[in-house]
């Protein structure tokens, strides 16, 4: 199998949307129907995975948005050294990746850049984790697989630590 050679962009009105099929409907709904508006608006930034080939097409996708999260429900690992406020956070509130590239290692890489994206944003504004609302047990899983830990009382909610990223990083 040959390694996927894809570009990150923000979402645009070219993006081919109707053709993204992730396996969730309720994923490929929002990259149909809402994302672009969304993106525009300024409610969550959707980064699309295109092929270097075919700009139009999207491999895989995700959104963000600035949020913050109770200090109380913040696993331990990450409020380590913060005063006892709200904890500023990144939401991935969507990941997806079409059917036809699953298992060849987009999502994983896809996580890393929205990381990264939030890495770059957090040495402006602050922020030390991402945020996720994992849909099942199984993605929650996937999620932690990456250093993902669940909130002190939601198991398919997680929190990622930036720090884990700049780590990858360093190590790349």
Same mark, same amino acid.
């Given at each position: 199998?040959?390694?996927?050679?894809?570009d990150?962009?923000?979402?645009? +009105?070219n993006h081919?949307?109707a053709?993204?099929d992730?396996?969730?409907?309720?994923?490929?709904?929002?990259?149909? $129907?809402?994302?672009? =508006?969304?993106h525009?608006?300024?409610?969550?930034k959707?980064?699309?995975a295109?092929?270097?080939?075919?700009?139009? $097409?999207?491999?895989?996708?995700?959104?963000l948005?600035? @949020?913050?999260?109770?200090?109380?429900?913040?696993?331990?690992l990450? +409020?380590?050294g913060? @005063?006892?406020?709200?904890?500023?956070?990144?939401?991935?509130?969507?990941?997806g990746?079409?059917?036809?590239? =699953?298992?060849?290692?987009?999502?994983?890489?896809l996580l890393?850049?929205?990381a990264?994206r939030c890495?770059?944003?957090?040495?402006?504004?602050?922020g /030390?984790?991402?945020?996720?609302?994992a849909?099942?047990?199984?993605?929650a899983?996937?999620?932690?697989s990456y250093?993902a /830990?669940?909130?002190?009382?939601a198991?398919?909610?997680?929190?990622?630590?930036?720090?884990?990223?700049?780590d990858?990083?360093?190590?790349?």
């Amino acid at each position: 199998m040959t390694a996927l050679v894809w570009d990150e962009v923000s979402l645009h +009105k070219n993006h081919n949307r109707a053709d993204f099929d992730s396996g969730d409907p309720d994923l490929n709904l929002y990259l149909q $129907r809402y994302a672009r =508006q969304n993106h525009e608006s300024g409610g969550a930034k959707c980064f699309v995975a295109t092929p270097s080939d075919a700009p139009s $097409r999207i491999l895989g996708f995700y959104t963000l948005s600035p @949020a913050s999260i109770e200090y109380a429900r913040t696993p331990a690992l990450i +409020k380590r050294g913060l @005063a006892h406020y709200d904890v500023p956070v990144f939401r991935l509130g969507r990941l997806g990746v079409s059917r036809s590239v =699953q298992g060849r290692g987009l999502g994983g890489a896809l996580l890393l850049r929205a990381a990264c994206r939030c890495l770059r944003v957090a040495t402006e504004v602050g922020g /030390v984790a991402l945020l996720i609302d994992a849909k099942n047990d199984r993605a929650a899983k996937w999620y932690e697989s990456y250093g993902a /830990v669940a909130l002190i009382d939601a198991s398919l909610s997680l929190m990622l630590p930036l720090s884990l990223a700049a780590d990858a990083i360093r190590s790349a």
